[in-house]
């Protein structure tokens, strides 16, 4: 059933579907491609602890062990990768046909989380990579997969994508490109990950083709069952521990997994993690990731892992193999 919203898939390898672009002018020593991909959860709670300027609400703290881990990224991604762009797939802005990039220049506006308004109502303000979301849509199509662009500057962007860019760089200096998540395998059984390895395709030869040097981010948290009650005080953290042993389990697995490297196994771990903990990678951002970096030969470094109204989520990057940094 899901097939029908999307045209046949191209060989995801190959000559490029597209007329060559001439990159900009670099430095001899600069290296451009995609230079890491990071899975980068995005619960609202994290922000709202944080208490930045552009979010309502204010907390008292909380989820250090995350936010810490995300200062490490940040850092690394500021002064070890020094990205042209960050390229962000988010599970919440979902679109029922296709994928759609945002292509707006200057998103500006309130992003509310609609279980926890009373957490996140966060005023964004940033700038698009305009000429690379358009480099993505038009690889995307030309290996089979219904893309859009997405040009209305009244769309409000989903708090998964604000969450995460936030998370990873919340100077917001750095361009971004924003991309949908299509919501079929939520619906149809038939359904799998197998696009998402040619959307990371499409993005992979994009941003090759237009010289850039990108950060990849994975929106994505991992175990995904949660409480349906919160504390009076939601940065109580005492009541703050797995949903259950089964789910943490699960995460450990993975991360060990994750830890151990390469990332060729995950191809098959990735849908049954998802399978036994309803994790939120169904939505294919990590898949997404680690496809557009050619399934990398290396161990992923987990800066962090903590659980959020009982779900697991975990920092983690990857560098491409000759790239580590100590």
Known sequence: ??????????????????????????TATRRCGIVAGCLSPHPP??????????????????????????????????EVHK??????????????????VNCVPNPRGTSVEPIFPHLFRYHYD??????????????????????????????????????????????????????SANNNPYFYSDASLEEMEVLGE?????????????????SNSLSHLHWHEEPELPEDME????????????????LEAIRRGPTAPLRELIPEHIEATASETKAGSLTWMLAAMGWPKVAGDVLGYGTIIGTGNAVVEWVPEGDHHG
Request: charged letters at 20%; glycine letters at 6%; zero cysteines.
């Open 1 to 26: 059933m899901s097939k029908v919203f999307r045209v046949p898939v191209a060989p995801a390898r190959g000559g490029a579907t597209t007329a060559p672009r001439t990159p900009p002018p670099t």
């Open 45 to 78: 709670h994290l922000i709202y602890a944080e208490n930045p300027p552009q979010n309502e609400p204010r907390s008292t703290g909380g989820w250090e062990t995350l936010r810490w881990a995300y200062e490490r990224l940040r850092t690394r991604i500021r």
């Open 83 to 100: 990205p042209d762009v960050l390229i962000v797939h988010a599970p919440h802005w979902i679109t029922m046909v296709g994928h759609h």
């Open 126 to 179: 940033f700038r698009t990579d305009v000429e690379l979301g358009e480099a993505i849509a038009e690889e995307a199509n030309g290996l089979g997969l219904v893309t859009r662009t997405l040009h209305d500057p009244r769309v409000r962007v989903d708090y998964a994508t604000i969450g995460a860019l936030h998370l990873a760089n919340p100077a917001w200096d750095i361009p971004v490109v924003s991309l």
């Open 202 to 218: 499409a993005t992979r030869r994009a941003v090759e083709a237009t010289g850039r040097r990108a950060v990849l981010l994975a």
């Open 239 to 254: 009541r703050e521990h797995p949903y259950n042993n089964h789910q943490y389990r699960w995460d450990m697995k993975l």
